[in-house]
């Protein structure tokens, strides 16, 4: 019997394996630190039992683990296992390593790997440079609706017109509750200049005097694979250091590139799925009444 057969016979079916799979994520979001059954009831909205009891079944197919002493739940054994099979297929995080590791040395500032899931956006890897004043507005495992974030806009801005009026549509009700500023016209805007300049702009939106820019990479086929993202305090992101960010931050997007298209030709059964390929397309112009053309 399998991880979702376990799951399903526990009890609920089909819907017992989505809220199984659900808590999986959720305690995936918070791999560092690990996460204890309280909360991960408190985010999820499971009475206590049902949480507990699906815990359990992951635990089992050893995806989950519980540590002994601080009783805080993990990611397991098993979905390290199919973590690294899944990244033989996508392989975005690890072919960007090398460059944010090199973007952080050589500029000092943090950079960051997102990718998208859907409408959201979520952060893979945070690297830090050298600079002793660093910006904390994105860490591993944030999501924020697509288009929240220099990374996230430069993937927003380097979808499809009509993929881009979806999801706004979609996140419509989170963007005026928790993101208020980013007002149809100002995500418009925002999408021009990501087009027109090549590099996402986040002037400090999101946390007052953090500034970033974001720039999308794409699978072989043209598909969106991620962002690789910059973020500096105000002071070091003036106009003329932001043509240079942007200059290092294509250098490196271009190599990350370069690295998938080798993976693949490496591996052709890793080719992505149709659907994706529809999703990620490159983007085509618009007319100018959306406020997209550039």
């Given at each position: 019997m399998d991880t979702l057969e376990k799951v399903a016979a526990d009890g609920g079916g089909a819907q017992s394996v989505d809220r199984a799979l659900s808590l999986l994520s959720l305690i995936g979001r918070v791999a560092d630190n690990g996460v204890t059954l309280t909360a991960i009831v408190a985010a999820s909205g499971l009475n206590r039992a049902t949480a507990r009891r699906l815990v359990l079944a992951l635990m089992r197919s050893r995806l989950v683990e519980q540590e002994p002493v601080t009783r805080r739940y993990f990611l397991g054994e098993e979905a390290y296992v199919l973590g690294v099979f899944a990244s033989r297929r996508f392989g975005f995080l690890d072919c960007a390593l090398e460059s944010l590791t090199a973007l952080s040395k050589r500029t000092g500032d943090t950079s960051f790997a997102s990718i998208r899931r859907g409408d959201m956006s979520i952060c893979l890897h945070r690297e830090e440079g050298a600079f002793p004043i660093r910006t904390h507005a994105l860490m591993p495992g944030h999501r924020h609706p697509l288009g929240i974030g220099a990374g996230?806009?430069?993937?927003?801005?380097?979808?499809?017109?009509?993929?881009?009026?979806?999801?706004?549509?979609?996140?419509?009700?989170?963007?005026?509750?928790?993101?208020?500023?980013?007002?149809?016209?100002?995500?418009?805007?925002?999408?021009?200049?990501?087009?027109?300049?090549?590099?996402?702009?986040?002037?400090?939106?999101?946390?007052?005097?953090?500034?970033?820019?974001?720039?999308?990479?794409?699978?072989?086929?043209?598909?969106?694979?991620?962002a690789l993202s910059i973020a500096a305090i105000d002071s070091r992101m003036d106009e003329a250091r932001r043509e240079d960010l942007a200059a290092d931050l294509a250098l490196e997007a271009a190599k990350v590139e370069a690295r998938l298209a080798a993976r693949f030709k490496a591996q052709p059964s890793a080719a992505r799925p149709a659907s994706e390929r529809r999703r990620g397309d490159p983007p085509r112009p618009i007319s100018p009444t959306k406020g997209y053309a550039s």
């Open positions: 996230s806009m430069a993937m927003l801005a380097a979808l499809p017109d009509d993929e881009i009026e979806r999801v706004l549509a979609a996140n419509e009700a989170a963007l005026s509750r928790d993101f208020p500023s980013f007002t149809p016209d100002v995500m418009g805007a925002d999408i021009v200049f990501a087009r027109s300049h090549g590099y996402a702009l986040n002037p400090g939106r999101v946390l007052r005097n953090s500034w970033a820019i974001g720039r999308a990479v794409r699978y072989p086929d043209g598909s969106l694979a991620g």
